[in-house]
């Protein structure tokens, strides 16, 4: 899993969201640091949804966020879930390695 | 841009449009519109990035569609284009591979550079002059409003006068501010310099309409009446040196006392660019004459305001014009049939210049086409060349998108190291082509390489890689392994026709440009054989407006003048001497309604003209052909007043199929009537496009001293010195009045080569982009042909082994030659159909499908075709058969 599927993963984890709503979130938590232009993320939502990570559902509210646009929303499945945390899990390893070999002090 | 970005969805496999594609356009169109409200700059860069993401993902999932791709388990690797990091080897590649083969990289990237320099250069004119909002607030929102009346005497379009202004400001539901202007020049004097400058009349509303404030000073009110004027920034530092303490003090003003209230920023140009001063002066409805029409109007409209709707309002109050101000019958007559023009602020100073533009814009881009599509011939070529190459790297296991890739790359150096280059050429070629702009264009001071040029650039070279690396990489992508086994020869019937359509391609789109370009020339030639009415060779004109207190009246100025006249003539070289209040082609002459005696079945009918002064000897110096009767002697100017001279289509106007002489007209509303005693030939005034005006010339004075005089007549001077004779008549001017200056000093041969300045630099830089996709069309014919014989040797030889001559093969290759170019003239042919007409009213005396232009150029295209078709089919026939079946 790379690190943009991850971003698109977590963004999910909060609740069902439609396209540029992933595109938005990617964006602001990674800091910046990943921001999959349009194109980019509906080849990523594909693949996730083939590897089946991701669903798309109904959207929450019954009023849509932009009238006169259809939105699909896309949320986890339960698989999408479980890989999540297996990669926050690794994450989370890795980083406490990290800091261990660079001989900073872990968080807390 | 947004409907390009929207379009690159399309490039998406259908499989993943159907699942994905409403979306996708929706959320490209909803961060183009985020991008764009943040800002130009950020529009851009973000439109540049989501179309090459979308460029890229497209070809990604056609290598490897992400929808059917059979679901992995947990990881998920990232296939198809590669990573960044691949692409950066494979470019470190191509360009190791572009040091080895000098000869190819000068080529491609010699000619990308070139064309997209020029395209770079001439985006940067068109976004500067065309695509910069205006620099007001709101811009959107600013209308010009003219009128017409069709039945009318008047011009197709007018300006409006005073009584619209009035009612409009009062009355309309639909505006915010109004504002009336006009323009002319005129004299200032600050000490001892005194200057004709350009400088407009405004009412005082017009730069709270235009939504502009001072940078110095304040802004006129109403209660200024006529007593200040605002100065420009470019007069704030070149007359006072920037100095602040200039507000408030007084100066004479074209004919008045005025004080200067305030300095506009650098930015501010209105209603020219070359605009230096606005005399503000606030008009009031006592007294008011309506119908004096021709002034400018610019309206800010309330948010939201359709022009439509702003035209019915304002046709519908000009309606009660007459029931408030009054005015003749003939007023009400033409209220009547009046109905309001509006036109967005932008079009209405930017309108003359943007079709010219546009197409020339339009040229380059054809021109970068035609360079992409023979780059993208030279890299097929080194394709097949590769050939063996590709299939062993397949061989032993490389991926087609990695081999795709790698001929991408090579692409994609040639087009960075274009990219790079041409920023170079347009920062060098950019000045000069500025310099080569005719004057008046709006806006071109502004022209200069900037962060969106570059930008622009940038994407151009993108594209370019993209347009021409995207057929050598699916051939290289796509390697016969079983051509490994043979010797690696032959090229298959289907990569031939790629090139060949190629070829035709640049050869329709060639003869598309040179079709255009015989169409300017042709306008050119006819527009400088145009006969004006008078002589444009060996005559000098210049202006000066003396001011002294001896010239009282009319009687004193025409005096004065007419001893200058005397003075003039005494020099050496100089053979006749004229004076005229409008030299043709310098300023427009003044229009207004006349009445001629015996039209009395209705005596409030009359006869819009347009009327000059002018003295003794004036059509003599011109060489205006006396038709009837004769022109204006001494004594038409100091005694026997009262005379005047018509031209021709005046006479028909006024008198139709009858003997004017003698005959009497006058200024409608006007007292004293005046006599017919010439008539003379018909003269292009304003330029040799528009047909004559009908004219009437008075003398410089009339009966009455103080009728009228001319405050700064222009001087016409016949000599074959006319290009040296300036300093000895600047001499004469400061010696009989040291205190006017001598301006507007010009050889008629200058006016009339300024009058074609913009058909010439059209013209001009289309002729070039045409030669320049003459000259790669060539190239591409000849690098096909050359190829094809080059591949075909062995079968030429067994040709001629077996008995075929040398004429026979020529004639084989130069056919296949023809088939190609004369394919492409055709279609070229029937696009020039379609599209000449873009070049409107560019034209003159030609029609947009003119059939001489049209066959001659084709005509041309394939005799040169051919040309580059003998090259290579003379070293087929020379090909020795023995030598080549050895090789066998």
Known sequence: MNLVEYHVLLALAGGPLYGYAIMSAVAEESAGTHTPRAGSLYRVLARLLTAGLVRETEPRTAVPAHPGLERRYYALTAAGRRALAAEAQRLKRTAAVAE?????APGH | MKAVLVGLVRLFPPAFRRRFGAELEADVAHGWDAARSRSRSAALSHGLGTAI??????????WSPTLTAPAPTTTIREEGMGTFADWLRDLRVSGRGLRRSPGFAAVTIGTLALAIGVTAGMFSVVDRVLLDPLPFAHPDRLMAVLGTAPGSQLPPEFGLGSEFYLQYREQSKLIE???????GTSTLRVGDHVERILMAWPTPDLFSTLGAKPVLGRLPVQSDEDSVTVISYALWQSWFGGDSSVIGKTYDVSYGRRTVVGVMGPEFHFPSDGTLLWNSSAIREAGLVPGRLGAGMVIRTKPGVTPQALTMELTSLAKRLPDRFGGSANYARLIGQFRAVVRPLRDDMLGSVSRALWVLL??????????????????LVRVEGRHREMAVRQAIGAGRAALARLQLAESLAVAVAAGILAVGLAWVTLPLM???????????????????TIVFTA??????????GLLPALRASAPDLARLR?????????????????????????????IGSGLLLRSYSKLSHVDPGYATSDIFSFQFAPEQPSLRNGADWAAFHLRFMDRLRALPGVTSVGIVDNVPLDEGTGIGPFQAEGQVADPNAVTRLHYTFAGPAYFQTMHIAVLAGREFTREDNTVDFGNAVISRKAAQALWPNQDPLGRRLKPSGDSTWSTVVGVVNDVLQDD???????MVYFPLRAADPNAYRLSSPGYVVRTVRAETIAPEIRALVHEVAPEAPMYRTYTMSFLAQRSMNQLRFTMLTLGVAALLALILGVVGVYGVLAYVVAERRQEIGVRMALGAEAGQVRRMVVAQGARVVGVGALIGLGVALATTRLLGGLLYGVPAIDLSTFAATAGMMVGVGLLASYMPARRASSIDPIETLRGE
């Not at chain 2, 500025?434 to 969106?452: E, K, N, S, W």
């Not at chain 2, 040799?688 to 009908?694: L, M, T, V």
């Open chain 1, 100 to 104: 261990k070999r660079l001989g900073v």
């Open chain 2, 53 to 62: 993401d979308l460029m890229r993902s497209a070809l990604a999932e056609r």
């Open chain 2, 177 to 183: 501010d109004v504002a009336l202007y006009g323009e």
């Open chain 2, 362 to 379: 339009g040229a380059v881009t054809i021109v970068l086409i035609i360079a992409c599509a023979n780059v993208a011939n030279i890299l």
């Open chain 2, 434 to 452: 500025l310099r080569a702009a005719p004057p008046g264009v709006p806006r071109i001071g502004r022209v200069h390489m900037d962060a969106v």
């Open chain 2, 459 to 468: 994407g151009a070279a993108i594209v370019a890689a993209l347009a021409c």
């Open chain 2, 486 to 514: 043979e010797s690696g020869r032959g090229t298959t019937r289907r990569h031939l026709w790629t090139r060949n359509g190629l070829v035709v391609a640049q050869t329709a789109l060639a003869l598309v440009l040179l």
């Open chain 2, 688 to 694: 040799f496009r528009q047909p004559a005006d009908p």
